[in-house]
């Protein structure tokens, strides 16, 4: 039958580009730069761009304790949660201190060179598969504009949301003592912990603030709110066409224009997984390392939190405590005291020692034997 009297379908096997939505998501939350978001790789799990932007009330999984003002609380700041995540900060055998450092400019220059450059090699990738599409015998517009399509739809989506979703502010004047030393750690699964120090404003703007969509907060006036539903409408819309174009376009294309579509999506899903790499390692590029020191066991890791943040400091009475750090039992209440004044004992022999003074303790004393005259 000819090519050109056959009829089109709505062919469902095109979900096969929706694979990642996932990664994709979280991709979103980590305030991608300008760099990332002019690449010309098709954002994955474009159905994600249909749901409303209420996910930017989430908060991460993850929670912390502050030492300083004895609270726990949710890590809001998702780029952070998502970097420590990513380069295993909080793997086993491992405490991680960075400290959040002003002046890290020639370590946020570097990890900004490497994504400024994969965005120029992704750019010279994507004109290479324009070149293969135009050049191939059985390639036919179909491939062609849905790459070209594809590209533009996610280079302005990416942009659009590069400007519109931003960090909440947090004004200095709603800080108490900002300039005094605050600090927050976090516990891994079983040995690992990171521990984030700077002064109190520093550390709230580095855990307390989530994401928002520009013109949606309660204080902004009715034109800005608006500017942004009309944003997002045009987001949602325009997402959708774009798929049921792709759906409609793909299944009736030539096999070349296929396997280049796949091809392409794939290097979408590869640019994902990079981009959140290089986006949190310039994240914590802009932290001073402190210290990285490997803990055999969880109470190594106690030990070096109690020894760091000493209970007996000023202001800092509680936080053991309300932290729920330590098991209530006597052995750990003995030795949270010990393991400060001793710092040289090795924490696992010392909680040893301090059990056996406890166990001997209960053994019952001998009741000495009159004798006789």
């Not at 300039?179 to 700077?198: H, K």
């Not at 400091?313 to 052995?331: F, I, K, M, R």
Request: proline share 5%; net charge positive; charged share 25%.
């Amino acid at each position: 039958m000819d090519d050109k009297a056959r009829f089109w379908s709505f062919d469902v096997s095109a979900l096969m580009i929706l694979v990642g939505e996932t990664e994709e998501s979280q991709y979103r939350t980590m305030e991608r730069s300008l760099p990332e978001c002019i690449s010309p790789y098709p954002i994955v799990g474009l159905q994600g761009y249909l749901r409303s932007y209420e996910w930017l009330l989430q908060h991460s999984n993850m929670s912390y304790f502050s030492p300083y003002g004895v609270k726990k609380a949710d890590m809001c700041n998702m780029r952070l949660a998502n970097a420590i995540a990513k380069q295993g900060l909080l793997d086993d055998g491992l405490v991680t201190v960075l400290k959040i450092d002003q002046e890290s400019t020639k370590r946020t220059k570097r990890s900004k060179t490497y994504l400024l450059l994969w965005a120029i090699v992704s750019w010279a990738i994507f004109g290479g598969i324009l070149v293969a599409l135009c050049k191939l015998p059985n390639a036919t517009w179909i491939g062609m504009s849905n790459c070209v399509y594809y590209a533009t739809w996610s280079f302005m989506v990416r942009v659009i949301e590069h400007y519109r979703v931003r960090p909440t502010e947090f004004s200095e004047a709603n800080v108490s003592k900002p300039s005094n030393p605050d600090a927050i750690y976090m516990m891994g699964r079983q040995t690992g912990c990171f521990v984030l120090e700077g002064s109190r404003l520093d550390v709230k703007k580095w855990s307390e603030c989530g994401l928002h969509y520009t013109g949606t907060k309660a204080g902004d006036g009715d034109w800005s709110k608006r500017i942004a539903k009309l944003w997002q409408r045009f987001t949602r819309v325009g997402s959708l066409l774009l798929l049921l174009f792709i759906f409609t376009t793909i299944p009736n294309g030539t096999t070349v224009d296929q396997i280049i579509f796949i091809v392409y999506n794939i290097l979408g899903q590869a640019n994902v997984l990079l981009g959140q790499r290089l986006n949190s390692v310039c994240l914590l590029d802009s932290l001073k390392k402190e210290t990285q020191i490997p803990v055999d066991t969880r109470t190594h890791t106690y030990a070096y939190l109690l020894r760091r943040y000493p209970a007996s400091t000023e202001g800092q009475e509680d936080w053991v405590g309300a932290s729920g750090l330590l098991p209530e039992t006597e052995t750990w209440r003995r030795w949270r005291r010990r393991v400060v004044d001793d710092q040289k004992t090795d924490p696992k022999k010392l909680y040893d020692i301090v059990n056996d003074e406890i166990e001997a303790e209960k053994q019952p004393v001998p009741v000495p034997q009159p004798t006789g005259n």
